[in-house]
C-alpha cells in the first residue's frame, strides 16, 4: 500500500482543524484521509510541536570512511581495473560483494570506465583505409563509357 504524502500546508490545515474543536473522524472525512492519519498527525504535533517528517535512516553501511578513501586511492592508481579485481587488492580479509564496491565508487562520484583496446582499433582502421584504397582503384580501372562521342 502506497502512502499519500500530506502536503505542509494541509499538515497545518488539520492542527487547526483539531484545535478548533473538530473529531478525528471529522477532519478525516473532510480532508480525504482515513482518522487514524490524522490522530498520528496530531500525536505528532504534540510531541515535537511541529509536523514536519522526521528524518529516515537507511541500512548502515558496511564500510568505513576510512575503507571509502582507501578505494579511492586505490581506483586512481589503477583506473582500468574491474570489479573484483579492485575488491581483491581493496579489502581481501573481507566478505564484499562487488555490488557493495561499485556502490561506494557511485556515492564518491567516480564512474566507471572502459579501457580501448587500441590494437583492434588500429587494425580496423588499417582495414578501412585498405578497403577504400582497393575501391578508389577499382574505380579508377574500370572502362568509362563516353556516351556523347557517338560515331
Known sequence: MVRR???????????????????YKAIGRQ????????SRLVRKHIQ?????DLPRFGRPLVTSQRE?????????RMPFATSP????????????????????LKSAGL?????LKIGQIARFKDASSETALTKSMLISAEPSFNTSDKM
Not at 31 to 38: F, L, Q, S, W
Not at 85 to 99: A, D, G, M, V
Open 31 to 38: 480532508m480525504g484521509y482515513h482518522y487514524t492519519v490524522v
Open 48 to 52: 515535537t510541536n511541529n509536523v514536519k
Open 68 to 76: 571509502d578513501r582507501a578505494l579511492q586511492r586505490l581506483i586512481r
Open 5 to 23: 504524502r500530506i502536503s505542509e500546508a494541509q499538515r497545518w490545515q488539520i492542527i487547526g482543524m483539531r484545535s478548533s474543536g473538530l473529531s
Open 111 to 115: 564512474k566507471s570506465r572502459r579501457s
Open 85 to 104: 579485481n579492485l575488491k581483491r587488492e581493496w579489502l581481501p580479509y573481507r566478505q564484499l560483494s562487488t555490488r557493495t564496491l561499485r556502490n561506494r
